[in-house]
């Protein structure tokens, strides 16, 4: 069985901004999706390092540019001239990495192509120093070594022994400093990798969750609802999880999915305040015929209308509560009254007013959907419903009508022609914006009044948590047993 309290009906509104509480909870919310994401990508970067990566081993040879200036006989004759050794570092390095040492090397080694030094080989230098670093990195040691060595000896053979100009300034400036020796490993670095894919794959993962929960095409504040469907939100119940898993484990075979709740000045006082609220929003035009409905199943109107009911006449109001949802009639099970002599039985003259007016043990009369028809439409658009509805008034201080939900089928808008307004549930972080605006016009293009919008399923942290609600979840309109047990 179902375990129902309270809801928290009022409580300052939340700004539309997101907490780094609500990142936690989006996160441990969809901590397997974070984790499924997590393992794919570290696997697949960990599948690249070890299995795909190709290993390279580096190799370097040193070489520095200085250049004696003998000239000056006011300067000891092994001074050096440091300014323009500066100057030809640039030089130099602008030269190994053209045509003519690549060229030099391809001519003296023909297995070694400039193409393959042009990719395999860097030059480095710093500007504090005159020592000159030619690195070759390639998947074999012997080679990367040999590059290396190659380059430095075709740069030393050019300056030592080509008598173009250039050659000429670097004539005994270029001197070896070490030969490049078999290569070392140096990549992939397989720890940075396999760090990088771990939190890459944790990026990934907070980045869709946060997606997921926070652009997502579903309202998540109360503030959204109320600009996009553009009305004022009068009531809210909250979503008590851990509450939920206890219940469906009591409810377990039960078939009252939908249950009322305790009478009490605690379980009641949200729902006081939704009444106050629908009796507050319009002093001149009263609501004595309100019907609720919603954009799809499992939004909990019918559980918000029997116990709204049930309120309303624990507070000492007469109160009927019409079940017009025929197609998926649940009120004679929230009631525990037989479903037999209802609402189609009178309308085809086979029981009178008094017969299929059935007195609950809440307080709550109750007229049931009565025995099932094919054709629900002809029975809400029956001239007598609107003519008996309201030959009810006088009797009644609240006449509810419980209606199925607006998408599914078009009974919501007739039904909404009978009523003095319509409280319109929008189940948050479950009903699609487009939908529920896609309902909320269909049920003003047919001159419904809406009182305001009731919304479920909020979260118990953003609304501080005092009143709690529970409820479940179940296909609409279904033939079976399974679907009858659980209600909206």
Not at 237 to 244: I, L
Not at 251 to 265: C, I, M, Q
Request: hydrophobic fraction near 40%; glycine fraction near 6%; charged fraction near 25%.
């Amino acid at each position: 069985m179902e375990e129902n309290t309270g809801i928290q009906n009022e409580a300052p509104e939340r700004e539309s901004t997101i907490r780094l509480g609500e990142l936690f909870a989006a996160l441990w919310k969809n901590i397997v999706l974070l984790a499924v994401i997590t393992a794919v990508i570290f696997a697949a970067g960990l599948v690249y390092t070890f299995g795909i990566a190709e290993e390279k081993f580096a190799s370097t040879a040193t070489f520095s540019v200085v250049i004696n200036d003998d000239a000056d006989s006011t300067q000891p004759s092994n001074e050096f001239d440091l300014t323009n050794s500066q100057k030809l570092i640039g030089t130099v390095v602008s030269l190994i990495k053209g045509d003519k040492i690549y060229g030099m090397v391809e001519d003296a080694h023909p297995d070694v192509t400039e193409a393959d030094l042009g990719s395999c080989v860097t030059v480095s230098s710093s500007d504090d120093s005159f020592i000159i670093s030619v690195t070759a990195e390639h998947p074999n040691k012997t080679t990367a070594m040999n590059m290396a060595n190659f380059v430095v000896d075709a740069l030393i053979n050019y300056t030592n022994t080509s008598d173009d100009n250039l050659a000429l300034v670097l004539r005994n400036a270029v001197t070896r400093i070490s030969y490049a020796k078999l290569g070392t490993y140096s990549s992939p670095n397989k720890v940075l990798y396999s760090a990088v894919s771990l939190l890459g794959g944790l990026v990934v993962g907070c980045v869709v969750v946060f997606i997921k929960e926070f652009a997502s095409n579903k309202f998540r504040t109360r503030k959204e609802v109320e600009e996009l469907l553009e009305d004022r939100v009068i009531g809210a119940f909250v979503d008590d999880k851990s509450k939920k898993e206890k219940g469906r484990r009591k409810g377990r075979g039960s078939h009252s999915a939908t249950r009322l709740v305790e009478p009490s000045v605690r379980s009641y006082e949200p729902y006081n305040n939704l009444l106050t609220n629908i009796r507050y929003s319009d002093l001149e035009h009263p609501y004595g015929v309100i019907m609720i409905t919603s954009t799809g199943e499992g939004e909990l109107k019918s559980t918000t209308l029997a116990n709204l009911a049930a309120c309303a006449a624990h507070n000492g109001k007469k109160v009927l509560l019409i079940d017009l949802d025929l197609r998926k009639a649940i009120m004679h099970r929230v009631f525990t009254v037989p479903r037999e002599r209802g609402i189609v039985d009178f309308l085809d003259g086979s029981r009178s007013e008094e017969e299929v007016i059935k007195h609950t043990a809440s307080g709550v009369d109750l007229i049931t959907a009565g025995r099932k028809v094919l054709n629900p439409v002809a029975v809400i658009e029956d001239s007598r419903l609107g003519q008996f509805i309201e030959s009810l008034r006088i009797r009644y201080d609240y006449i509810f009508l419980d209606a199925p939900p607006v998408l599914v089928c078009s009974d919501a808008q007739a039904i909404s022609k009978f009523s003095d307004g319509v409280i319109f549930n929008v189940a948050m972080r479950d009903v699609k914006k487009k939908d529920a605006r896609e309902a909320v016009a269909s049920l003003r293009l047919v001159g419904a009044r809406i009182i305001g919008i009731n919304t479920t399923k909020c979260d118990p942290k953003g609304r501080g948590g005092y009143y709690y609600y529970y409820y479940s979840h179940g296909g609409y309109y279904s033939d079976n047993e399974r679907a009858d047990r659980h209600h909206d």
